[in-house]
Structure formats: C-alpha cells, structure tokens
C-alpha cells in the first residue's frame, strides 16, 4: 500500500496558477503510476492527469495546455501545476497512485485525502 499526503490547494481567482504537491511513501516511487483526479460537488470523480512510471504523460482534453503532471523521484513526489485557472476547475484534487494505473479512478488502489481548490471568477 501506498501513502499519499497532497498539498497545495487553497482559493485563487480565474487566470492565476497554482501548483499541486503529492508526497508518496510505502513503495519504490519509480515502480508506480501517478495521477491526479478532481471531484466537483455533484459530480463524479474525474480523471485530470497521470504520469507513467516511465516519464509518458496523459491529460483529460480540459486541462490540455494548461495543466502539467510531473514528478521527482528523489522527492518521492508528484506535481500538478496548473495554469490558466477557470472556475469550472473548481473541485477537490486527489492524487493516486498504482503499480498499473489507468485514466480511470477503478485503476488506482492508493489515494490521498484531497486537497480544496476553489477558482473564483
């Protein structure tokens, strides 16, 4: 099992950036999967981002151009910097973590407990 704590989110306005922390402990970092999904009030659980074990990336079509997965392995630590901000970016952040993760939240078995961000207009 893997251990996950985000960190990052808070209120910002429509256009600023804001960048997203996901610290990982229990497993070979380098062996995992890492994703970032959101949830917004009334909504189902969504896929944002992830970043394979392997350095390939994936983006959900409405961060595309906006927002940017990466991590650091000597850190033990994922990022999610997001640019451009809109109002409907508004959600809770979780960051997931498996050895073989998807883009589906069914694909990862290690989460964290979310982190508030709140884009005002």
């Given at each position: 099992?893997?251990?996950?704590?985000?960190?990052?989110?808070?209120?910002?306005?429509?256009?600023?950036?804001?960048?997203?922390?996901?610290?990982?402990?229990?497993?070979?970092?380098s062996m995992l999967d890492m994703?970032?999904?959101?949830?917004?009030?009334?909504?189902?659980?969504?896929?944002?981002?992830?970043?394979?074990?392997?350095?390939?990336?994936?983006?959900?079509?409405s961060v595309k151009g906006?927002?940017?997965?990466?991590?650091?392995?000597?850190?033990?630590?994922?990022?999610?910097?997001?640019?451009?901000?809109?109002?409907?970016?508004?959600?809770?952040?979780?960051?997931?973590?498996?050895?073989?993760?998807?883009?589906?939240?069914?694909?990862?078995?290690?989460?964290?407990?979310?982190?508030?961000?709140?884009?005002?207009?």
């Amino acid at each position: 099992q893997v251990q996950l704590v985000e960190s990052g989110g808070g209120l910002v306005q429509a256009g600023d950036s804001l960048r997203l922390s996901c610290a990982a402990s229990g497993r070979a970092f380098s062996m995992l999967d890492m994703a970032w999904f959101r949830q917004a009030p009334g909504k189902e659980r969504e896929f944002v981002a992830v970043i394979r074990r392997g350095g390939n990336v994936y983006y959900a079509d409405s961060v595309k151009g906006r927002f940017t997965i990466s991590r650091d392995v000597a850190r033990n630590t994922v990022f999610l910097q997001m640019n451009s901000l809109k109002v409907e970016d508004t959600a809770v952040y979780y960051c997931a973590a498996d050895l073989a993760g998807g883009l589906k939240v069914r694909d990862f078995g290690s989460w964290g407990q979310g982190t508030q961000i709140t884009v005002s207009s």
